[in-house]
């Protein structure tokens, strides 16, 4: 057990700085162009769901969040709002830079959720219409817990320290099951499993918070989870944008249907990718 708790605070110590940087990079981003993305998604019209599958893919913390608002005041279509969610890949940039996943991995996945994204948003608008709902400004004032409001620096040593934490648990977790259970009989429980391997993911991700994705990128990275079923549970993984939607948008019925679309989209996706073969 020793030398598991020294292996897993080995492995998540050495990813600080780079988890840092690439936070302050991130935040840098949001500060400069979070207004104007939010801007260009409002006169989108019925290109929406095709610029916020793109929108979604930069690693904003309060994207997800803002979509969430602007859907709650009518501003933008069901299309729009489950394009970004499913674009929205929460913290798997920053976990797979740190872990030096290498640029053809990355572009490869953020490729597959922006192509499932604006595919699923479109459909989903020309299916449902573009019901014209009543704003109300009141919901575009929603705080994002992003601690945005402390500065570059404070925010971004506060993702660090939130996420390294994640890291840790989930080392010391994961080190402990392969010590004691093997990672050959660990793996085999998943990814000899693929459509039972996604709907797994699919429901974690739907986890409103960013240690769901920082488990799913973890673990395919770690390579316990296969690659439809890290596409599933990134997919339906909204960071705390769902939870903002569940705050700020009375319409229940609605909300469940968001949910079940975000699950469905996002497992039907990674059984795709395993039947097909993609490989990342």
Known sequence: MIDVIIDSLTDSIRLLPFLFLTYLAMEYLEHKAGAKMQAAIR?????GPVLGA?????????????????Y??????????????LSTSDEMLPI???????????AKVLAVKAVVAAAAGLVIDRVSGRKDRDLQ?????????????????????????????YILLISLVLNSVIAYVGEEALGSLILD??????????????????????AITQLYLDGVL???????????????????LLRVNDDRREDLRVIGLLYLIGVAAGIAVEALGIVF
């Open 43 to 47: 006169r989108a019209d019925k290109g």
């Open 54 to 70: 793109l929108l979604g893919l930069f690693p904003q913390c309060g994207f997800s969040a803002a979509a969430s608002n602007l």
């Open 72 to 85: 709650a005041g009518g501003i933008i279509t069901l299309g729009t709002l489950m394009a970004v969610f």
């Open 96 to 106: 797979m830079i740190s872990e030096n996943a290498g640029i053809g991995l990355m």
């Open 137 to 165: 400004i009141g919901h575009l004032c929603e705080q994002h817990h992003c601690h945005c409001e402390n500065g570059i620096w404070r925010s971004a040593l506060h993702h660090t320290v939130e996420i390294f934490a």
């Open 193 to 214: 499993r693929p459509v039972a391997g996604a709907a797994i993911a699919g429901l974690v991700g739907l986890i409103p918070n960013c240690a769901a994705s920082v």
């Open 226 to 244: 296969s690659a439809g079923a890290m596409i599933a549970g990134l997919l339906s993984g909204t960071g705390v944008g769902l939870l903002v």
